[in-house]
C-alpha cells in the first residue's frame, strides 16, 4: 500500500483545516518545497497536492508551487483543488502534474471531465469522491449533493477509471481514524478499483489496517504534521 502525504495548501502555504471548514485552518509550514523534500527523504513516491485557494475560486490557482515540487523532487503528483476548464488542467499538467484528481468537476460537468479521460487517459484522472454520509460534497466540501457514492463511482468505472480518492469530510483533521467501514463496503462492491482511502488517518495502526483490506493507498495529512505518524515510521513502512 502507498502512503501518500497531502500537502494542502492556502497562499502558497502547507496547512490543514477540520472537516472542509475553511474558518479552521491551521498552517503548519510557509515552505511546502521542504516539506515535500522531507517526504522523498523517507522513501515516499507519491503526493496529493491539493489546492485550497482554487477549490474555492473554482480555478487553478498554486500551480507555482507545484511547479516547484514537480521539478525539484522525483515525487509523482496528484493535484486537485479547482481545476474546473480545459485550461486548469493543461496548466496542471504542464506545471509536472503526473495526475489529476476531480472531484466537483465530474459532477458538476460530466461531459467535461468524460473529455479529459478520453484525451488524457484514465490513468491520468484520479475520481475525488468526497463524502457526507455516502453522498458526494463538492465545491471544497462547501456543498453537499443529492449524488450516492456509488452511483457516482460505478458511471466512472463504466468510463475506465480506476484510481479513487474516496474521503469522508466527517473523518478529516480529526484525527480519530479512517472510515474502515465504508471503505470494505467499496472494496467488496468494486474490487476493481484502486482506492486511496483519505481522512481520519491517525496512527500506524490504522496505515496497518487499510494495508491488510488491500487498500492501494492511504493519504495522510495531519497524523505527520502533528508528529502521530513519524516519517522514520513510515519509511521502515516502505521497507
Not at 508551487?65 to 496542471?92: C, M, P, R, Y
Request: negative net charge.
Amino acid at each position: 500500500m502507498y502512503i501518500i502525504p497531502a500537502i494542502d495548501l492556502i497562499d502558497g502555504k502547507c496547512v490543514r483545516l477540520t472537516q472542509g471548514d475553511y474558518n479552521q485552518k491551521k498552517e503548519y509550514n510557509s515552505d511546502p518545497l521542504e516539506v515535500a523534500k522531507g517526504y522523498e527523504d523517507a522513501g515516499i513516491e507519491k503526493l496529493h497536492l491539493v489546492d485550497l485557494d482554487g477549490a474555492k475560486a473554482k480555478k487553478v490557482i498554486n500551480y507555482k508551487v507545484l511547479e516547484l515540487i514537480a521539478s525539484k523532487t522525483n515525487l509523482k503528483i496528484d493535484f486537485g483543488g479547482g481545476v474546473q476548464s480545459d485550461e486548469d488542467i493543461k496548466v496542471v499538467f504542464e506545471s509536472g502534474a503526473e495526475q489529476v484528481t476531480g472531484g466537483s468537476i465530474a459532477v458538476k460537468n460530466e461531459e467535461l471531465f468524460t473529455r479529459w479521460i478520453e484525451k488524457y487517459g484514465a490513468e491520468k484522472i484520479i475520481l475525488g469522491a468526497d463524502v457526507r454520509e455516502e453522498y458526494i460534497a463538492i465545491s471544497g466540501w462547501q456543498e453537499k449533493t443529492e449524488v450516492h457514492l456509488f452511483d457516482f463511482l460505478q458511471k466512472y468505472i463504466d468510463k475506465g477509471l480506476r484510481d479513487v480518492i474516496c474521503t469522508d469530510v466527517s473523518k478529516d483533521g480529526l484525527l480519530m481514524g479512517p472510515s474502515f467501514d465504508l471503505y470494505a463496503k467499496l472494496m467488496a462492491k468494486f474490487p476493481e478499483i484502486n482506492l486511496i482511502a483519505s481522512g481520519g488517518v491517525s496512527s500506524m495502526q490504522d496505515l496497518d489496517k487499510l494495508a491488510e483490506m488491500d487498500i492501494y493507498g492511504a493519504i495522510v495529512g495531519k497524523a505527520i504534521y502533528e508528529k502521530k505518524i513519524t516519517l522514520n515510521e513510515i519509511y521502515c513502512f516502505n521497507k
